[in-house]
């Protein structure tokens, strides 16, 4: 029943459709970047589009634009049979026919599979009503998967069966552009498999699909058509059977990654460092099962896994933001009690948290108080702030890492996210930590400064402190760490100690379980 | 290759520099916009009447707003950590009692002991904010019937009568022709101001407000710095209730009644968000002063004290809107 990866792609050459969607040199900005700089992009019936690019590219920005969750600051959006538009909401892009399948299906729990399909067409449902709508529900599945029942509470479902309502609900609403965003990222291999041939389905019936991923094997299993956005702007919009793998790398990373990536690993060179953070058994109720995990002086120790295996719960654990329930945790061998964020601070460790603005920021404070934040004891042991001495520090920092604007009395909340980061990162340095703990160093920044963070990483390591990574950006992981461990349900289900026969394929098989443990 | 790189990144954030001007703008407009309202109140105040603009009564809104600007201090910076103190009001009852009969034995004694029961107040509201994570709204409106009830049992209902003069002399007394609850309110502010800019409480009282997750992971104790905030505004309560007594020249158990709306609405007036991270104790003196001066232009106006309320309520509701409209934007 499902296309191989040839048919799919002959099936592309003969049915080129009608115009679907048209997007012309849509601009946006956000407090701090330019996002989009101009961008095209269109989509026909009965296509698949894929859209890539890392992150900080435009890819959200560009979906926020196309389902009326941001309206443009110049563009035309044409959409075939209403001619241009402008798009209040995403509700208004469902009456135009546009739906979004997102990353985290937004359902409700409490309700049942057919309420949520069409949740908000209906008021008090009445029996009758209900009986009519569950009908009309199950019509929708059935191709999709007729195995679902309509009357199952949504809370109960699966991811996999989640995003399948998502894709009924807006059928239900008569969409003929659905976009789908990173769907795959927390799906098993063969659930994946099953979301394929249901989005070729979709593309059999005539539907255009917009497909968003960074995951170039699926790009190439799937799509028709690919575009690449880089810093805000289209790099490439080319079919899919014309687009080399490792050019379409080079394209969505630039020159550098693909450089990076290709630099010859030294399988473990910096393991025989002293250990600097050792954990024996630490657990969180229904989150972390018994972690072991040492990370050595000098050592670069990647955490890989899929969203919700229970990383970031381990950092927060080892840092004292959420309380651990057992297990102990050794810093330069001595067992370190952690109660809060200060004793761990104490002990030298760092947290540089995955949501800048919610975790890491006061965005109502500029460079120079965000810098000083963990660092009261230097600058105020009395109390009373030296403020010249904090000045002069937090500039040295902006000379050194390149801050921009180089100024410390600017909101940090007007900086772009890489610079944001450096801020952090400089906090941490000031503060003397010697084990650094990164979740996901990089989300959300832009190439250029992504690459100055990752240097920046190595040089600490270089000079002999701990560093711990979360990523879920495979590549980064194998371009970064010296050792990887790889977490699943809570579980550090492998250790690889020689990362020089490390694939992304691989990483992506033991996250999701198709590789036993060795 | 490095300087390639310094180059992009350099190019990325131009935007920004442009940006965060508008942005100080916004907030110029804001503080512009509270001073031409304060300016057009007293231009309004003094073409309606006669006497509005004459030194002793500008001395006279002063006085008035001395109260309140001490209340307020306190109050910006519970504000300005996101939180909220609606118990000052009794906070002054209460503690204004317990000095007013512990001057009659000894003057220190009550001085100290009633500065003591504000602090307490406080810490208690503290407490029970940032240990029990209890919402400050509820815990601080239940303190206020608590505190209130305390002051009333204290002696049945019944006000104590005959204030020791010494202390009446130091709390509403007069220094080089100025009235010493105007000298109060100025220094308290003015040291207010001094805690929020050069010590290191003073910025963790922003990150709180600003962005309390932030400022835990920066291994700040939140809890302390919570506990401090309401323990200043329950002492700085209890210094209100003095001089409040002190001019009085009897203690109330009512007394402070309806305080803290007052002192919340010099607070925003004064530009404190009560979204947290904002605010400035001078700028809540600013905002008592104006609160102030529309009550005595009204009295001059022979507007009766019920419209008083009625306006003061509008007033500060109209601050809250234009605070909520100017955040929002950002």
Redesign the interface.
């Known amino acids: 029943m499902r296309d191989s990866l040839q048919s799919v792609q002959i099936s592309k050459v003969d049915s080129p459709g009608k115009l679907l969607l048209q997007l012309k040199g849509i601009v946006k900005?956000f407090?701090?970047?330019?996002a989009l700089k101009g961008v095209d992009f269109d989509l026909c019936e009965g296509e698949i589009h894929a859209l890539m690019g890392e992150n900080g590219a435009g890819k959200s920005t560009l979906m926020k634009v196309m389902f009326g969750v941001q309206p443009p600051d110049s563009g035309t959006i044409e959409i075939d049979g209403h001619g241009k538009v402008d798009i209040d909401d995403p509700r208004h892009a469902l009456a135009l026919g546009i739906g979004l399948v997102s990353q985290e299906p937004s359902l409700v729990p409490q309700l049942d599979v057919a309420q949520n399909i069409f949740l908000g067409q209906t008021e008090a449902l009445s029996i009758v009503k209900r009986a009519r709508f569950q009908a009309k529900a199950r019509e929708i599945l059935k191709p999709l998967a007729p195995q679902l029942s309509v009357t199952t509470r949504v809370g109960s479902l699966g991811m996999a069966e989640l995003q399948i309502v998502e894709i009924a609900r807006t059928l239900a609403r008569g969409a003929r552009i659905i976009g789908f965003d990173e769907p795959t990222s927390s799906l098993t291999p063969a659930e994946r498999d099953g979301l394929f041939s249901l989005i070729r389905q979709l593309k059999n019936s005539g539907k255009g699909i917009i497909y968003i991923s960074h995951r170039i094997p699926e790009v190439y299993a799937i799509s028709d058509r690919i575009t690449v956005l880089r810093?805000g702007q289209v790099v490439a919009n080319r079919a899919t059977s014309e687009v080399d793998p490792d050019e379409l790398i080079n394209m969505i990373a630039g020159r550098r990654l693909a450089e990076e990536l290709h630099r010859p690993v030294k399988p473990s060179a910096r393991r025989d460092g002293p250990e600097a953070l050792r954990l024996e058994g630490v657990s969180r109720a229904g989150k972390l099962h018994a972690i072991d995990l040492t990370v050595h002086a000098g050592e670069i120790f990647g955490l890989a896994g899929l969203v919700g295996s229970g990383r970031t719960e381990l950092v927060r654990c080892i840092?004292g933001?959420d309380r651990k329930d057992g297990g102990t945790i050794y810093v330069n061998g001595k067992p370190l009690e952690v109660q809060?964020?200060?004793d761990?601070?104490?002990a030298g460790i760092a947290?540089i948290?995955e949501d800048r603005r919610?975790?890491?920021?006061?965005?109502?404070?500029d460079v120079e108080?965000n810098f000083?934040?963990?660092n009261?004891g230097q600058?105020?042991p009395s109390?009373?702030?030296r403020?010249k001495q904090r000045r002069q520090d937090t500039e040295r920092y902006i000379e050194e890492m390149?801050i921009?604007?180089d100024r410390a009395g600017?909101?940090v909340r007007?900086?772009?996210g890489?610079?944001q980061q450096k801020v952090i990162i400089a906090?941490w340095l000031q503060s003397g930590a010697r084990i650094f703990l990164f979740d996901e160093p990089t989300r959300g920044i832009?190439v250029?400064?992504k690459?100055?963070i990752h240097e920046l990483m190595r040089r600490l390591a270089k000079e002999g402190c701990a560093l711990l990574v979360i990523s879920s950006e495979m590549p980064e992981i194998l371009a970064l760490c010296d050792r990887v461990g790889v977490m699943r349900g809570g579980r550090l289900v492998q250790t690889i100690d020689d990362c020089s026969g490390l694939t992304e394929d691989l990483l992506m098989k033991y996250a999701s379980g198709e590789v036993a443990r060795l | 290759m490095t300087n390639d790189?310094?180059r992009?990144?350099?190019n990325?954030?131009q935007?920004?520099?442009v940006?965060?001007e508008k942005?100080i703008n916004l907030e110029w407009i804001r503080s512009v916009s509270v001073l031409a309202g304060v300016a057009l109140l007293f231009i309004v105040f003094s073409v309606l009447t006669n006497s509005f603009y004459e030194p002793a009564n500008l001395l006279d809104i002063l006085l008035q707003s001395s109260i309140n600007t001490m209340i307020a201090v306190g109050m910006t910076l519970v504000v300005m950590t996101r939180g909220i103190d609606l118990s000052v009001g009794s906070v002054v009852g209460l503690s204004s009692m317990i000095a007013a009969s512990l001057l009659q034995q000894n003057l220190l004694l009550g001085i100290v002991v009633g500065m003591l029961v504000g602090m307490v107040c406080g810490l208690v509201n503290g407490l029970l904010i940032a240990k029990l994570k209890l919402p400050d709204f509820i815990v601080t409106l239940g303190m206020l019937s608590i505190y209130r009830g305390a002051a009333l049992i204290y002696t049945d209902g019944k006000p104590i009568y005959g204030i020791d003069p010494i202390f009446r002399a130091i709390f509403a007394g007069d220094l080089a022709g100025i009235p010493t609850p105007v000298l109060f309110a100025l220094a308290i502010a003015l040291l207010a101001f001094l805690l929020v800019r050069?010590?290191?409480?003073g910025?963790?009282i922003?990150?709180v407000g600003?962005?309390e997750?932030?400022?835990?992971?920066?291994?700040?104790?939140i809890d302390r710095v919570k506990i401090c905030v309401y323990a200043v505004s329950g002492l700085l309560a209890s210094f209100a209730g003095f001089v409040l007594i002190g001019r009085i020249g009897a203690a109330e158990p009512i007394g402070g009644t309806g305080f803290e709306l007052q002192a919340i609405g010099a607070a925003v007036i004064g530009g404190a968000s009560l979204f947290g991270?904002?605010g400035n104790p001078l700028g809540s003196l600013i905002g008592a002063l104006t609160l102030g001066a529309m009550q005595n232009g009204l009295t001059l106006l022979n507007v009766p004290s019920f419209w008083q309320l009625v306006a003061t309520g509008a007033v500060v509701i109209l601050a809250v809107f234009a605070d909520q409209a100017t955040r929002k934007r950002q």
């Open positions: 900005g407090a701090g970047v330019q810093d840092f933001a809060q964020p200060s761990a601070k104490a947290l948290p919610k975790q890491a920021l006061v965005p109502v404070m108080r000083g934040l963990a009261y600058y105020a109390g009373f702030l403020l390149a921009r604007p600017v909101r007007n900086l772009s890489g610079n906090r832009d250029g400064a690459f100055e | 790189r310094v992009q990144v350099s990325a954030t935007a920004p520099a940006l965060s942005k050069y010590t290191a409480l910025e963790q922003i990150a600003g962005n997750e932030a400022g835990r992971l920066s291994g700040i104790n991270g904002e």
